[in-house]
């Protein structure tokens, strides 16, 4: 991989949008992130000097590998010195597995403290699945190290191999633990990382197929916000990379979005050109992922709110009509849940704002998969201007269970809308309906006379 000091310079980067933090961290708190950790986070210290444990190894492996010939130049990068070794004879199985056995052994004996970034990132309690990219543990140590008292129960490795693709688990007492997917491997004889570019190539092609493709890994990064970290991947690899953890080109829209730090990816003129054209959801910041982890965790700490006691279930009532909304619009919902109640009908909404990956969450979307009598989504510049968010999966489950009442006379989605809404961002159903406004006054009376209509019907029918 080219050393990023050396890359071309990129035009100026305006690809981080002024609420791209916001987003960032918005999602961190409702646990829908996750970081792809690169070789750029994994700063050590030798001989006084600090340097990535990347280009340390590289400058070990010239001079510690038995060379046939002449080694390669000062300042080689890792691939280009494993490539060098691995091409010197016609056994290129026999030559990797040299060289993994002496990144093993330097590992072994250099015993590196945890570098900063990492130990950053797991002070940052809400993000639980890591994907890693690095032939390391440094990761997994600062992870053992910084959280939950060290507990190892509360912690599970995976290490990805093309003959043993090992596989997260969706279960809710999985989800609640610590995760680290190496997806590259980990260095080992028996195991391989991926060293080169190449090998990174045919991983990202057994990726693709059913047999070795780790699946629950990639449908989570597909649904969920990625934080990518110092990958420093040529221009062509880091776009393959990206399109392959997401099921759907990068150009369309999608509730999801990425998030990059990148030294060598923010200088690399077609990278940030192909961005820019067509993965404008792709926020691309112009700091390296050191400075950005130390920001980052900057304005966590200085926000993050301490836990909440676990909440208690409590089942709405059976035929309620749900209010959907998104946290800024709660006044909203609120005042629309005491009018309609004020008329008679019997209406929930989520007050807590129950985040993802809380346990509960399943109940309420199962709730308005079966039990709700009218789903009620309130409208508003919030919900345009958020393109992903809890709301969105309640939108989903309601147009879910609309479609079996298509063709009916009596609508199951009731749209409601603030004022200076464009309701662009929405579903076509949505649109096509009778949207009223709710002001207060005179257009909140329509919308409490309209749901009392329909629950009456409801009601004659046997809804």
């Keep these: 991989m080219t050393d990023p000091r050396t890359a071309p310079a990129a035009p100026p980067n305006d690809m981080w949008e002024d609420d791209a933090w916001d987003d960032l961290l918005t999602g961190i708190r409702e646990q829908n992130v996750v970081p792809i950790v690169g070789p750029e986070l994994v700063v050590v210290e030798v001989d006084g000097v600090q340097d990535t444990l990347e280009r340390v190894v590289a400058r070990r492996l010239t001079g510690a590998l038995p060379w046939s010939g002449a080694a390669p130049e000062p300042g080689a990068t890792l691939n280009e010195v494993a490539s060098s070794f691995i091409r010197l004879t016609s056994d290129p199985e026999r030559q990797r597995k040299t060289v993994s056995k002496e990144i093993e052994r330097f590992l072994r004996e250099s015993e590196f403290p945890t570098p900063k970034p990492l130990r950053q990132l797991a002070e940052i309690a809400p993000l639980r699945l890591f994907v890693n990219l690095t032939f390391d543990d ?32 969706l279960t809710h007492e999985a989800m609640q633990k610590t995760r680290v997917y190496n997806l590259l491997g980990r260095v080992s004889a028996s195991r391989p990382y991926a060293l080169t570019e190449e090998d990174l190539l045919e991983h990202v092609r057994y990726f693709q197929s059913e047999p070795t493709r780790p699946k629950n890994l990639f449908d989570e990064l597909n649904r969920s916000n990625l934080l990518f970290l110092g990958e420093g991947y040529a221009d062509w ?44 959801a792709t926020q691309l910041s112009p700091k390296g992922a050191v ?83 009218l789903f009620v989504p309130i409208l508003s510049e919030a919900t345009e201007e958020r393109q992903k968010g809890k709301f969105r999966r309640e939108w989903l489950c309601a ?43 005179e257009g909140t009376q329509r919308i409490v006379h309209r749901i009392v209509e329909l ?7 046997g809804g």
């Excluded at 298509?406 to 159903?429: D, E, H, N, R, Y």
């Design 138 to 169: 440094l990761l997994e140590r600062a992870l053992l190290q910084h959280r939950n008292d060290g507990d190892a129960h509360q912690f599970q490795s995976y290490i990805y191999g093309a003959n043993r693709a090992d596989d997260i688990e």
């Design 237 to 280: 690899l880091a776009r393959f990379f990206m399109r392959t953890t997401k099921n759907s080109p990068l150009s369309w829209q999608r509730p999801v979005r990425e998030f990059m730090a990148d030294t060598r990816a923010g200088r690399d003129v077609g990278l940030v050109g192909f961005l820019r054209r067509f993965s404008r």
């Design 291 to 373: 400075e950005f982890v130390d920001e980052l965790h900057q304005r966590w700490t200085a926000t993050a709110q301490p836990a909440a006691a676990p909440r208690q279930w409590k089942q709405p009532p059976r035929g309620a009509v749900f209010l959907s909304y998104t946290r800024p619009d709660v006044s909203a919902a609120r005042s629309l849940k005491q009018a309609l109640e004020s008329a008679g009908v019997t209406t929930w909404f989520d007050e807590d704002q129950l985040e993802t990956g809380d346990p509960w969450l399943d109940n309420v979307e199962e709730y308005i998969r079966r039990q709700t009598i």
């Design 399 to 441: 147009l879910e269970r609309n479609k079996d009442h298509t063709g009916s006379a009596l609508p199951f989605i009731v749209p409601v809308g603030l004022k200076k809404t464009s309701f662009q961002a929405v579903p076509p159903v949505f649109r096509d309906a009778d949207i009223k406004i709710h002001d207060g006054g």
């Design 455 to 461: 629950v009456a019907q409801w009601r004659e029918a």
